[in-house]
């Protein structure tokens, strides 16, 4: 079975059984705790969704942005990464806050830093249970532009001293839009922590708690349930490259090839 089936499983299992609810930005049709995603990235696949185009630079320049511990919106506007434009505005800064970036870096008052905290487990300590991040820090939610969907929890896991296994718990799932990001996000980010700690990428799990579809996004979901989905493309960090730390990496560390996709498919976004 291609492994994007089980997302587009989903996809079809929240049109046909999700609870129609009104929230905050719209009606949704949404599942509770449907069964997790799972990708093995041992294969050299990048797991991006190939029944519609996902931007692997967005996706890219947003996880770097994440992983230096930055929060204005600038820096990836340099870039030509627009995915966060939305939030700044409604935010009414072009800083938002102590998001993703500050929660991976500078977490709490401590200013803890959760990626070198768990880096140094894994090499130091790699059966450790207590190799976990979370973006959920309550006592700054309130100044965030928005509280964390995704990264709520994240588990990593050396799996007989060879593989790195990662396991994310993701409060809120925009399914349609949001999650192609968070699945080839958290896989890049599963291939970076395996190469900072001399391992091999594992597998990558994704529990959901609210997953859900727009109202806006129906009609566009239902087209791309007609179309076939291709293997996913193959993923390499170039031989030459040596890092310690994610956030060293440059888009040109990586090379994909094969991505072969369906053509760009859209989804209006919903703040």
């Not at 770097?64 to 990836?76: A, H, I, N, P």
């Not at 959920?136 to 588990?155: E, F, K, R, Y």
């Given at each position: 079975?291609?492994?994007?089936?089980?997302?587009?499983?989903?996809?079809?299992?929240?049109?046909?059984?999700?609870?129609?609810?009104?929230?905050?930005?719209?009606?949704?049709?949404?599942?509770?705790?449907?069964?997790?995603?799972?990708?093995?990235?041992?294969?050299?696949?990048?797991?991006?969704?190939?029944?519609?185009?996902?931007?692997?630079?967005?996706?890219?320049?947003?996880?770097?942005?994440?992983?230096?511990?930055?929060?204005?919106?600038?820096?990836?506007?340099?870039?030509?990464?627009?995915?966060?434009?939305?939030?700044?505005?409604?935010?009414?800064?072009?800083?938002?806050?102590?998001?993703?970036?500050?929660?991976?870096?500078?977490?709490?008052?401590?200013?803890?830093?959760?990626?070198?905290?768990?880096?140094?487990?894994?090499?130091?300590?790699?059966?450790?249970?207590?190799?976990?991040?979370?973006?959920?820090?309550?006592?700054?939610?309130?100044?965030?532009?928005?509280?964390?969907?995704?990264?709520?929890?994240?588990?990593?896991?050396?799996?007989?001293?060879?593989?790195?296994?990662?396991?994310?718990?993701?409060?809120?799932?925009?399914?349609?839009?949001?999650?192609?990001?968070?699945?080839?996000?958290?896989?890049?980010?599963?291939?970076?922590?395996?190469?900072?700690?001399?391992?091999?990428?594992?597998?990558?799990?994704?529990?959901?708690?609210?997953?859900?579809?727009?109202?806006?996004?129906?009609?566009?979901?239902?087209?791309?349930?007609?179309?076939?989905?291709?293997?996913?493309?193959?993923?390499?960090?170039?031989?030459?490259?040596?890092?310690?730390?994610?956030?060293?990496?440059?888009?040109?560390?990586?090379?994909?090839?094969?991505y072969k996709h369906c053509g760009v498919l859209k989804y209006d976004f919903v703040v």
């Amino acid at each position: 079975m291609v492994e994007e089936n089980y997302y587009l499983n989903l996809i079809e299992q929240i049109l046909e059984t999700g609870e129609k609810r009104s929230t905050r930005n719209g009606f949704v049709k949404t599942v509770f705790a449907p069964p997790p995603l799972q990708f093995d990235l041992s294969t050299g696949h990048l797991p991006i969704l190939t029944t519609k185009k996902v931007s692997f630079r967005n996706v890219f320049f947003e996880l770097s942005w994440f992983m230096q511990g930055r929060t204005d919106v600038k820096w990836l506007q340099e870039r030509g990464v627009k995915i966060w434009d939305g939030n700044a505005k409604t935010h009414g800064s072009g800083d938002l806050g102590p998001i993703y970036g500050q929660q991976f870096r500078k977490s709490g008052p401590k200013e803890v830093d959760q990626v070198q905290y768990c880096l140094d487990l894994i090499r130091n300590d790699p059966q450790s249970r207590r190799i976990v991040m979370s973006m959920w820090n309550p006592s700054d939610l309130q100044d965030m532009a928005l509280p964390p969907c995704h990264g709520t929890v994240i588990q990593f896991f050396v799996r007989s001293d060879e593989f790195l296994d990662l396991h994310m718990y993701q409060r809120s799932a925009d399914v349609c839009l949001g999650l192609p990001y968070n699945i080839t996000s958290y896989s890049l980010m599963l291939l970076m922590f395996a190469h900072c700690s001399e391992l091999k990428p594992g597998l990558l799990t994704i529990t959901l708690g609210d997953a859900h579809v727009y109202e806006a996004h129906v009609d566009p979901a239902r087209e791309q349930l007609e179309r076939s989905p291709n293997p996913f493309p193959q993923i390499r960090i170039r031989e030459s490259v040596q890092k310690t730390d994610p956030a060293e990496f440059s888009i040109d560390d990586f090379v994909l090839t094969d991505y072969k996709h369906c053509g760009v498919l859209k989804y209006d976004f919903v703040v």
